[in-house]
């Protein structure tokens, strides 16, 4: 893939996680459970959120390095598609990506959609449907998807116990940073085909 290309992947990475971080806060404002209501600006929340990176980091290093089953499958697909469009990023790229992601995803999913389910059905039920719809989003393969929804209650939960939506946004932003540094930088590293 060409720079040029790559640019316009990024670019239009970037813009989707704009666009779900946007639907995110008018969908808040239209119902009136707006997403940023559930960030608190402390310490707390985004250290946990930290923490929590690490262990789900190092499940995802391990699964990239020694794939094994279902995890294969998972690998095979992301040598197809992710390689190829973020091969030639810089860490600063990678990093941006990430934090979109972390934004753009964690507003939509746990800032809206957990916050507004959880008011309606309740804690247990919000966070059953929302890491499903959350699941079915990532769905590459079946095993992915269903990582992806069990991630997702994990994140959903941390909200939940820290009452603030920066816990999973800074467990996903680093979470997706160290993943796909380790995976592009590590697992293929640049000078490799």
């Not at 989707?16 to 404002?29: I, R, S």
């Not at 390689?83 to 790229?93: A, K, T, Y």
């Not at 959880?118 to 992915?144: C, M, Q, R």
């Amino acid at each position: 893939m060409s720079p040029a290309d790559q640019q316009r992947s990024l670019t239009v990475a970037i813009g989707l996680e704009a666009v779900l971080a946007g639907a995110a806060l008018l969908l808040g404002w239209i119902f009136d459970f707006p997403p940023l209501r559930e960030m608190r600006l402390e310490w707390r929340g985004p250290a946990l959120g930290a923490l929590l990176a690490l262990p789900l980091a190092a499940g995802f290093a391990l699964t990239v390095k020694f794939p094994m089953g279902a995890l294969r499958e998972i690998r095979d697909k992301l040598d197809q598609h992710l390689l190829p469009l973020f091969r030639g990023l810089s860490i600063f790229e990678l990093f941006l990506v990430s934090l979109m992601a972390g934004i753009g995803e964690e507003l939509l999913f746990r800032g809206f959609l957990q916050t507004t389910a959880t008011h309606y059905l309740g804690l247990t039920w919000a966070l059953v449907l929302t890491n499903l719809l959350f699941g079915l989003a990532h769905w590459i393969t079946p095993a992915y998807g269903i990582t992806a929804g069990l991630l997702g209650a994990l994140l959903g939960w941390s909200m939940y116990y820290t009452d603030n939506l920066l816990t999973p946004i800074v467990t996903h932003t680093l979470y997706d940073f160290i993943a796909l540094w380790f995976y592009l930088r590590v697992v293929h590293k640049p000078d490799r085909v």
